[in-house]
């Protein structure tokens, strides 16, 4: 099982950067891909983006390449999202799943667990 912990949401300005982490507890952290969705209030939940077990694939929503990166630190059992040129339509609460082996990791139903999210809101 594996438990996580969003966090580095906030407050920010359109064009504005933040860095969101993802704590994950258990020894078996490096064995899970992982990923980032967010939602916005009356919309569903998205992908973001998401990272392989060992780092050496990510993969993006088309509307997040180049502004946002996908990074893990399987020492720390943390995974990063770091967004650039905010925009006000990425507010949403951002989400961090978990899985072994999704078959789609842009698919909100092929991760098994998911963090309480944190909030990003960026003013126009």
């Known amino acids: 099982q594996v438990q996580l912990v969003e966090s580095g949401g906030g407050l920010v300005q359109a064009g504005g950067s933040l860095r969101l982490s993802c704590a994950a507890s258990?020894?078996?952290?490096?064995?899970?891909?992982m990923g980032w969705f967010r939602q916005a209030p009356g919309k569903e939940r998205e992908f973001v983006a998401a990272?392989?077990?060992?780092?050496?694939?990510?993969y993006y929503a088309d509307s997040m390449k180049g502004r946002f990166t996908i990074s893990r630190h399987n020492a720390k059992n943390t995974v990063y999202l770091q967004m650039n040129s905010l925009k006000p339509e990425d507010t949403a609460v951002y989400y961090c799943?978990?899985?072994?082996?999704?078959?789609?990791?842009?698919?909100?139903?092929?991760?098994?667990?998911w963090g309480q999210g944190t909030q990003v809101t960026v003013s126009s």
């Open positions: 258990g020894r078996t952290f490096s064995s899970y891909a």
């Open positions: 990272i392989s077990w060992s780092g050496g694939s990510t």
């Open positions: 799943p978990a899985d072994l082996d999704p078959s789609d990791y842009s698919e909100r139903y092929h991760y098994d667990y």
